[in-house]
């Protein structure tokens, strides 16, 4: 293994003390380093708070900023952050209108979180609200275990929720919200080669020269199936075709349409897979009215994407729309 870095004890906290010199006009960190939050919050503004194992840049410091997130929280790479760091974010954001936090689907995501929350909420100091994201269709629906995973699909609901919370909008309407968005993405991925993590210096899982893994998670997890690698074309209709039966529903929709690089793909392939997936989708009679293509929700150096699709109607479009000021994303 050969990658840039003094150790991998010190790889996630090395990333973001240069993140934060690199975008120090937009954010800063929070006391004693445990989170990164906006350099200026707005006044009376409902906090918007996520956060996630390191390994997934730009994901999720990478939307703190305007429009978007108020602060992310960081732990080692692919580990939940722990409860006080949540508790410091939400202490430091929430300036009375409490705060939305917004969490990807894993053990320990959801239940350090939910931790945070509850101390937050003691003696009725803080008024929190959850966002639970489980767009990875690659996971079968169960009413036992975690179910789905949150995966590229996080990226919609920060960027759609952030927009409308830095309208005005109160806690309860943004629960609403990133719950209805949630509930209209689906995401899927596919990967040809896995991730290399620092601490163990091996690849999560090895393919054949001739193999592809569908169905990955942003954690190097495998897929859902490993089969004969084949043209783009093919692997594309095969992801699309899936997310398209799990909506249960062909007709006339509107959609996002957000082709993501897991961390090893070129931008010449994603935009490849997206022209790909665009015709896919129109030959179904969906249309695609807005579109992101590029490397945002990382699994390390994973070689591999994953295509999310959101259903929208106008309110979404708009608040897709809405000026966003952060280190990654920014219109």
Known sequence: MKKFMN????????????????HGDI??????????????????KVAIISGGGAGHEPMHTGFVGHGML??????????????????AAIHETDGGAGALLIV???????????MAAEMAMAGGAHRIETVIVNDDIAIERSVRGTGRRGVAGTLVVEKIAGAAAQAGANLRELKELGDAVVAATRTMGVALKGTTVPQTTRETFVLGPDEMEVGV???????????QMTDASAVVELICRRILEDFGSRG??????????????????????????????????????????GTYVTSLDMAGISITV?????RLSGLWDAPVLTASLRW
Do not use: W
Request: proline share 4%.
């Open 217 to 227: 998670g942003i954690h190097g997890e495998p897929g859902r199936s490993r089969e």
């Open 70 to 87: 108020d602060a992310a929280c960081t732990g080692h790479v692919f580990t939940s952050p722990t409860p006080g760091q949540i508790l």
């Open 252 to 293: 006339e929709q509107s959609i996002l349409l957000f082709v993501n690089g897991l961390g090893g793909t070129p931008l010449s392939e994603l935009y490849l897979v997206f022209g790909l997936a665009r015709s896919f989708f129109e030959g179904q009679g969906v249309t695609i009215v807005r579109s992101l293509v």
């Open 7 to 22: 150790s991998a004890g010190t790889l996630a906290q090395d990333c973001l003390e240069g993140f934060v010199a690199a």
């Open 310 to 314: 959101t259903i929208l109607d106008d």
């Open 27 to 44: 954010v800063l960190f929070g006391e004693g380093k445990k989170h990164v939050r906006r350099r200026v919050l707005t006044p009376g």
């Open 104 to 114: 990807k689907n894993y053990d320990g995501d959801v239940m350090n979180f939910e």
